[in-house]
């Protein structure tokens, strides 16, 4: 049976995690766990693998292989406020399911994204798409927060002003600025929340959305421990080496010396320590 | 909140209803209900549409303009057992997850689709793709009955035969026949499960996958009863005309005379009322 | 053989056709026709169809039975510049392709959409989500222009000013509003597309998109003429009843009179004066 | 401009390419080419990159780190003739169109897989899910082969038979074995194709469908040369450390003493390099 009671998530289910000035994430529901990759896994694999003791050898086993079909059977429901410039970012996400606030509908509130003035940061040098490591002069900083904060401010009483004289809300919002916040419920299957982790938690992601991964990935954790050490361990925490420049590591990696039972003495399972071995053979 | 209790709902997850000869559908898992697709429709919509008695209003209204994201916000797992040539419609809806018994891996057992002799038909005449509403001569049912019986346990009986002598499995299964049973995890959302059921439901459907699809909506009804309601009025009962049709039909709809508040009397909403005057009035 | 040349379509293929102020579409690349649908077609419904005259025929029939995957045989690829907050609605279809400008690489061009006076309209009083048919007071229209004008250049000089700074892109555009232009390489089946411009080209959607989706609508008319006079004809001018509202336009209905051989002198083929016959029938 | 001449692609186009003893793969229709990834790539990335003798590194730089919405620019149409059970495996690969011949519709022919003896081997012993490296006995094979040649002809006999007899086709053909040759147009973007192919080229994927994407491989690479070296380099040539591998192999990678003019001099790329040095970084 799937359907297993989860106390620890059941707690956080509908809690409020604060991310950012203004936004939020909340677990609004979830299906399945551990047990349900489990379970749609052996309906493929059959019953070679049934004792109990072997699910986390299972899961380990479906995500170093990339069998990403049983991550699928496990469905999970945010609701997240976020500003328009980060939503624009993660709509691009298209396995999933979105119900989002609707400015023509509704009138927008008050709601502004600055940033702290700590993640205010010159542009990379070496990065061309995102903020450099070392701050930026504390004058620009103080320069910037004025400015979003004033034009924020502008930008919203003209708004009002002019919803206020019965104009079209879906014409009058269109100058609010991309840190205005927004709202959904968004919906996803582990196996492409995963993804999205993958890609949002990485450094060169812009810093804001990847505040709301990180609440996220300790969520999900929540649900299905074991899926995501794997997802850590294989995915997250692994390095990909490409084919020339294997050629170049080739030496290096050739005097690797342990054996099969070294390796399992170090930790890895019976299963890794035999790929571990056929993968740098391939090399030679 | 939209995580409520279903006891109706929970009462028949995991149970197995029976379909074909050896075949079934369990409902493993389900996320969600009528009050999940309101709590989504209204992140977009706001807050005028709050009062609870509304939702069934709501759910009509989303149904009939085919707002359809908030359907997708409710979530199902199903447990399959059908035949291959049945699986092979099924698979077609992309849009849903699925894990299924692999012949590569596992021994397939001997379970084989023979149809009751009362859906042994003739080929239709009028409709290319099926089969005839008329029965099949006695005699011919019988025949194929019989044929299929022993040609099914020489199919099996050769595939294990080949297989105890160590031929690999994914190639000793390769001349099973499509009426061998196979099993899959299936997950879909609410939205996508309504395609899947208005295209499978349709007397054009073949008549053993309908039979799934028949069942299948049973169920969905006990999880999200105003939904189905509103896709049964809206899609499985509802008539499209085409605008070359409308052209010819006009006269006859232009002699209609009902006003709205007949309408309302004779059993529309006031939502539904004003748009069907709207529709008429768009034909003259 | 399905790939034919179109000179007509080869001829628009790259050409800027400008929408709203500052925006266009272009058509960059296509693959298919109709024949591309008819093809594929034949691969599902055998040899019974094959006469090249009987092309139309099938594609409308396929169009009327929402037999959709022969429509995805054929793909679109546009280059679009439209303001962000048209983005916004644009890329809730999940089924294309999507490149879009980023404004954490590039540094952003200073163009933004100011709607035409014309287009400045109040809040419709009976459409919770559009603009009045009727006129805004011409003094609020002058405001909002002028409004736009100014704010619109000042968040592009303050932005160009942090961006001089040496404050990181990502971070200096966030207070850009969604008026600003944004571009994007999109790529899209023929089904899809037709989904898009059903939903895009209704009266509901907002002016801005839809302007967009009518330009589309008469380049795809250019590459798929038959596929698309069958959209016009059997999606986008028909009129679905839903069961309630069979129940009372019944006896309308019931007075229609003509039969099969008057059907077709009216303009109906013959499969279709079949279905009406068939249709009204159910209805009694 | 992204449309550019291929006379090399267009010669394949149409041409049947022999695939095991009746199947097939053909060519159909291609949109884009290596320009069409650049081209959309550049729209996202802005002007900083814009020789063109910087192409093939940028298509590689798009590869390296998975940036692969560029790649769903390029789209592919095949026709393809292949037993059911490979059909099976190739549909699980759900983004892709899709038109198959239908049993209901058509009567299918008499063509049956039957495996070059050479091909026929035993159950693998470390591998679940496929066949031996070393030859099944030859006495197995020839059984094997007589068996399925007698079963095939029995199958197709009684199947013409019943539909002679005027049996429903769709209930006729209910016994026909998985081997039965169908036919589809399949068509899907080169994001996707490379996935399919990373999985189906896979020694662990089944010999039949394999040798499928091996010619479709090569098919790519006629049309896109450059993207295709990428994915050999960048995928299928490239090998994953998982984190606690990496602990282990931490030791012997520390040993490596190649500086960056090295890494060009032995054919790294600039990037390359310096990504392999910070990657071997990470690790210390």
Redesign the interface.
């Known amino acids: ?3 297993v009671n989860n106390p620890k998530a059941d707690e956080i ?2 809690k409020q995690f604060d991310v950012l000035d203004h936004g939020f994430v909340r677990l ?5 766990s551990d047990a ?1 990759i489990v ?3 052996r ?6 693998t049934r004792k109990v003791s072997e699910d986390r050898g299972l899961i380990r086993y479906l995500m ?1 292989h990339r069998h990403t ?2 991550f ?2 496990v ?1 999970f ?1 945010f ?1 997240v406020k976020l ?3 980060v ?2 970012q993660w ?2 996400h ?2 999933a ?11 927008m509130k008050e709601e502004f ?1 600055i ?1 702290d003035e700590d ?6 040098s070496d990065n ?5 490591s070392e701050m ?1 002069p504390e004058d ?1 900083c103080r320069r ?1 927060v004025e ?2 904060n004033k ?2 401010k ?2 919203y009483s ?1 708004y009002q002003k ?2 206020g ?15 205005l916040y927004t ?3 968004w ?1 996803i ?1 582990l196996h492409n929340l995963f993804h999205f982790l993958r890609l949002r938690l990485d450094p060169h992601a ?1 810093l804001e959305i990847r505040l709301y991964a990180e609440i996220m990935a300790d969520m999900v954790k929540t649900v299905c421990p074991v899926a995501c050490e794997a997802f ?3 995915i ?14 080739k030496d ?2 050739s ?2 010396k ?1 054996k099969k039972d070294e ?1 399992v003495a ?3 399972s019976s299963g ?1 320590a035999t790929e ?1 071995i056929r ?1 740098l053979k ?2 030679k």
């Open positions: 049976m799937a359907r289910l509908d609004i529901d979830y299906m399945g349900a379970q749609a896994a309906v493929s694999y059959g019953d070679g170093r079909s049983p699928e059977m469905e429901k609701h500003p328009i410039f939503a624009r709509i691009r298209r396995t399911n979105v119900n989002e606030l609707s400015g023509r509908y509704s009138v994204y940033p993640n205010i940061r010159p542009q990379s061309k798409q995102g903020r450099a930026a620009l910037f400015y979003l034009s924020q502008d930008a003209n002019f919803v004289d019965d104009l079209a809300r879906e014409i009058a919002r269109i100058n609010l600025p991309l840190s709202e959904w419920y919906k299957d812009q850590e361990d294989f997250l925490n692994s390095v990909t080496f490409s084919g020339p420049e294997l050629e170049i590591l290096s990696l005097t690797f342990l390796l170090r930790g890895l890794e571990l993968k391939r090399l």
